[in-house]
C-alpha cells in the first residue's frame, strides 16, 4: 500500500491531462470500508478513474499474472492490489481464490476501500458485460466472516472517445447500494447472492450508458443535442449522462417492439447530416439570430491572438511535436486492443515526454549553463501544458468562427432546418416522456436509483 496515495495523485493529473474530466455524483465514503463497483471500458485506465471518483486510497482485485508483469508488476504490487486467479490464466492457481476471499474480507474488515470490475475483463462492447458473481460474494462473505455489512457503491466511466487525446471522459458516483435485507445464503442456494448481483448491476446502468450497437452512440448524442437545443441544456454532467441513458433506452425499446422507431431515427440522422454538412451544431439553430457583429467576436478573442499567447504556442508547439509523435507511432507499433489502446498511449507519453524534457534540459545545460538546465527543466512542462490549453482555445475559436460565418452567409436555410429541428424535438420529447414513465414503474425499491446532481 506505500504506493496508493502517491498513485492516486498521479492517476488524478494523468486522466486530467489525457481527458477533459468530469466528475459528478455523491462522494465515496472518505474513511471506513467500502466497496467500489464499476465498469470495465479502458483497461488499466479505470482503475486510475475509479481512484480519483474516491478521493481515497483504493486496493483493486487485480489478475494474478499483472504481479509479475515487469512493466507493471510494481505498480500493481505498491498499491496493495489483491491478485485474482483466474482459469484463463492458470487452471492449476484457481484454487488459491479462497486465499483471496480472505485477504478482501480482511481488508474491508479493516476498513479499507477495496475496488472490484464485476464484468471480470475489460472490454469494448458497447453495453455492460454480463456481471460475475465475485462482488456480490465480497459483501456477503464479509458480513458473514467479520459481522460487517459495508457498502457498495458503483462508480460509472463514460467516454465520447476512449481513445482520443482530450476527448471528454465522465466519472459518476452512484447512490450507495441497499442491501440491507440480504444475509449470506444459509442454504447454499445462493439467492443472496444472485439477487445482490443483480442490484449491482442495476446500479451500474445508472451510472453508464448501454447501447445496443455502437452506431447508437452518434444517434443518441444528436437526439440528446437536438433535445437539449429546444428543451435546454442539462444543468450538469450527471444529468447529461441521465439524458443520453434515457434516450438509450428509449431506442432499444422502440427497437426490439417495432414501435415507430425507424422513422424518428432516420429523421433524426437526415437533420443531422444536414447540420455537418454545413458545420453547425442543433444550439445553433435555436440561439438568437442577432448574433453578436465580427467586431464583438474579434474583440473577445484578442488574448488568443496576442503577441506572448502566440510566442508560447509557437515555441511550445516546435518543442514538444517531436514526442508527441514519438508517443503516437510508439501506440500504432504496438497495435493494442481497443480497450487498451488509451493505456497504452498514456503510459508511452508518461515515458516519452519525461525523456524528452530530461534530454533538452541536459543539452541545455551542457551547451549554454547548469542554470539553463535547470530553468528547463522546471519550466517545459508548464510550456508544455499552456501550449495544450492554447491549442484547444484555437481550435474550439477556429469552430465558433466556422459556424458564425455560416449562420450569416446561409440564413435563408435556418427558418426550415430550425422547424424541422423543432418538430423532431417533439416527437423525441413525447417518445422520452414515454419511456421515463416506463422505466419509473418499473424500477425496483430496494436499489439506489438515480445520481445525486453534484458535480466537480
Same mark, same amino acid.
Given at each position: 500500500?506505500?504506493?496508493?496515495?502517491?498513485?492516486?495523485?498521479?492517476?488524478?493529473?494523468?486522466?486530467?491531462?489525457?481527458?477533459?474530466?468530469?466528475?459528478?455524483?455523491?462522494?465515496?465514503?472518505?474513511?471506513?470500508?467500502?466497496?467500489?463497483?464499476?465498469?470495465?471500458?479502458?483497461?488499466?485506465?479505470?482503475?486510475?478513474?475509479?481512484?480519483?471518483?474516491?478521493?481515497?486510497?483504493?486496493?483493486?482485485?487485480?489478475?494474478?499474472?499483472?504481479?509479475?508483469?515487469?512493466?507493471?508488476?510494481?505498480?500493481?504490487?505498491?498499491?496493495?492490489?489483491?491478485?485474482?486467479?483466474?482459469?484463463?490464466?492458470?487452471?492449476?492457481? /484457481? *484454487? %488459491?481464490?479462497?486465499?483471496?476471499?480472505?485477504?478482501?474480507? +480482511? &481488508?474491508?474488515?479493516? =476498513?479499507? #476501500? $477495496?475496488?472490484?470490475?464485476?464484468?471480470?475483463?475489460?472490454?469494448?462492447?458497447?453495453?455492460?458485460?454480463?456481471?460475475?458473481?465475485?462482488?456480490?460474494?465480497?459483501?456477503?462473505?464479509?458480513?458473514?466472516?467479520?459481522?460487517?455489512?459495508?457498502?457498495?457503491?458503483?462508480?460509472?466511466?463514460?467516454?465520447?472517445?476512449?481513445?482520443?487525446?482530450?476527448?471528454?471522459?465522465?466519472?459518476? /458516483? *452512484? %447512490?450507495?447500494?441497499?442491501?440491507?435485507?440480504?444475509?449470506? +445464503? &444459509?442454504?447454499?442456494? =445462493?439467492? #443472496? $447472492?444472485?439477487?445482490?448481483?443483480?442490484?449491482?448491476?442495476?446500479?451500474?446502468?445508472?451510472?453508464?450508458?448501454?447501447?445496443?450497437?455502437?452506431?447508437?452512440?452518434?444517434?443518441?448524442?444528436?437526439?440528446?443535442?437536438?433535445?437539449?437545443?429546444?428543451?435546454?441544456?442539462?444543468?450538469?454532467?450527471?444529468?447529461?449522462?441521465?439524458?443520453?441513458?434515457?434516450?438509450?433506452?428509449?431506442?432499444?425499446?422502440?427497437?426490439?417492439?417495432?414501435?415507430?422507431?425507424?422513422?424518428? &431515427?432516420?429523421?433524426?440522422?437526415?437533420?443531422?447530416?444536414?447540420?455537418?454538412?454545413?458545420?453547425?451544431?442543433?444550439?445553433?439553430?435555436?440561439?438568437?439570430?442577432?448574433?453578436?457583429?465580427?467586431?464583438?467576436?474579434?474583440?473577445?478573442?484578442?488574448?488568443?491572438?496576442?503577441?506572448?499567447?502566440?510566442?508560447?504556442?509557437?515555441?511550445?508547439?516546435?518543442?514538444?511535436?517531436?514526442?508527441?509523435?514519438?508517443?503516437?507511432?510508439?501506440?500504432?507499433?504496438?497495435?493494442?486492443?481497443?480497450?487498451?489502446?488509451?493505456?497504452?498511449?498514456?503510459?508511452?507519453?508518461?515515458?516519452?515526454?519525461?525523456?524528452?524534457?530530461?534530454?533538452?534540459?541536459?543539452?541545455?545545460?551542457?551547451?549554454?549553463?547548469?542554470?539553463?538546465?535547470?530553468?528547463?527543466?522546471?519550466?517545459?512542462?508548464?510550456?508544455?501544458?499552456?501550449?495544450?490549453?492554447?491549442?484547444?482555445?484555437?481550435?474550439?475559436?477556429?469552430?465558433?468562427?466556422?459556424?458564425?460565418?455560416?449562420?450569416?452567409?446561409?440564413?435563408?436555410?435556418?427558418?426550415?432546418?430550425?422547424?424541422?429541428?423543432?418538430?423532431?424535438?417533439?416527437?423525441?420529447?413525447?417518445?422520452?416522456?414515454?419511456?421515463?414513465?416506463?422505466?419509473?414503474?418499473?424500477?425496483?425499491?430496494?436499489?439506489?436509483?438515480?445520481?445525486?446532481?453534484?458535480?466537480?
Amino acid at each position: 500500500m506505500w504506493l496508493a496515495p502517491v498513485l492516486s495523485h498521479v492517476a488524478n493529473a494523468a486522466l486530467r491531462i489525457y481527458y477533459r474530466l468530469h466528475r459528478a455524483g455523491g462522494a465515496v465514503p472518505p474513511t471506513g470500508p467500502v466497496l467500489l463497483v464499476a465498469n470495465h471500458p479502458n483497461s488499466l485506465l479505470d482503475p486510475a478513474m475509479v481512484a480519483l471518483a474516491a478521493g481515497r486510497p483504493v486496493r483493486f482485485l487485480a489478475k494474478a499474472p499483472l504481479f509479475s508483469d515487469p512493466l507493471v508488476g510494481f505498480l500493481v504490487r505498491g498499491a496493495g492490489s489483491i491478485p485474482v486467479y483466474r482459469k484463463a490464466d492458470d487452471p492449476s492457481q /484457481v *484454487g %488459491r481464490n479462497e486465499e483471496m476471499f480472505r485477504a478482501v474480507h +480482511d &481488508a474491508l474488515a479493516g =476498513g479499507a #476501500a $477495496v475496488g472490484i470490475f464485476p464484468e471480470g475483463l475489460s472490454h469494448s462492447d458497447p453495453s455492460l458485460a454480463p456481471l460475475k458473481t465475485g462482488a456480490a460474494r465480497i459483501a456477503l462473505g464479509t458480513l458473514a466472516a467479520h459481522g460487517r455489512r459495508v457498502p457498495i457503491v458503483a462508480i460509472g466511466s463514460v467516454f465520447r472517445n476512449k481513445n482520443v487525446f482530450r476527448s471528454e471522459a465522465l466519472v459518476t /458516483v *452512484g %447512490r450507495p447500494i441497499a442491501w440491507d435485507d440480504l444475509s449470506p +445464503d &444459509a442454504g447454499g442456494d =445462493g439467492h #443472496a $447472492v444472485r439477487e445482490l448481483t443483480q442490484r449491482i448491476d442495476r446500479a451500474l446502468r445508472e451510472v453508464t450508458v448501454n447501447l445496443d450497437r455502437w452506431e447508437d452512440a452518434a444517434l443518441v448524442e444528436l437526439a440528446e443535442a437536438i433535445y437539449a437545443a429546444e428543451f435546454g441544456k442539462a444543468t450538469d454532467a450527471a444529468e447529461w449522462v441521465a439524458r443520453l441513458r434515457t434516450t438509450t433506452e428509449t431506442l432499444a425499446h422502440l427497437r426490439h417492439t417495432g414501435d415507430g422507431s425507424v422513422p424518428l &431515427a432516420k429523421d433524426i440522422v437526415r437533420h443531422g447530416r444536414i447540420l455537418q454538412r454545413l458545420g453547425l451544431r442543433p444550439q445553433d439553430l435555436v440561439e438568437d439570430p442577432k448574433r453578436p457583429g465580427a467586431l464583438w467576436w474579434v474583440m473577445r478573442r484578442l488574448p488568443l491572438g496576442g503577441v506572448i499567447p502566440l510566442a508560447v504556442l509557437a515555441v511550445g508547439s516546435a518543442v514538444f511535436v517531436i514526442p508527441y509523435r514519438i508517443t503516437s507511432i510508439v501506440e500504432k507499433r504496438a497495435r493494442p486492443r481497443d480497450d487498451v489502446r488509451a493505456t497504452h498511449k498514456l503510459l508511452a507519453g508518461a515515458i516519452v515526454f519525461p525523456l524528452w524534457i530530461v534530454t533538452l534540459s541536459l543539452a541545455l545545460a551542457l551547451a549554454v549553463g547548469p542554470i539553463t538546465g535547470l530553468v528547463a527543466l522546471l519550466g517545459l512542462p508548464a510550456l508544455g501544458l499552456f501550449t495544450l490549453g492554447l491549442h484547444e482555445q484555437w481550435r474550439d475559436a477556429g469552430a465558433e468562427a466556422a459556424r458564425y460565418l455560416t449562420l450569416r452567409r446561409r440564413r435563408e436555410m435556418l427558418e426550415p432546418l430550425r422547424a424541422t429541428q423543432h418538430e423532431l424535438s417533439i416527437r423525441l420529447k413525447a417518445v422520452l416522456e414515454q419511456q421515463t414513465a416506463r422505466a419509473s414503474e418499473a424500477r425496483p425499491l430496494t436499489h439506489a436509483s438515480g445520481l445525486p446532481q453534484r458535480e466537480q
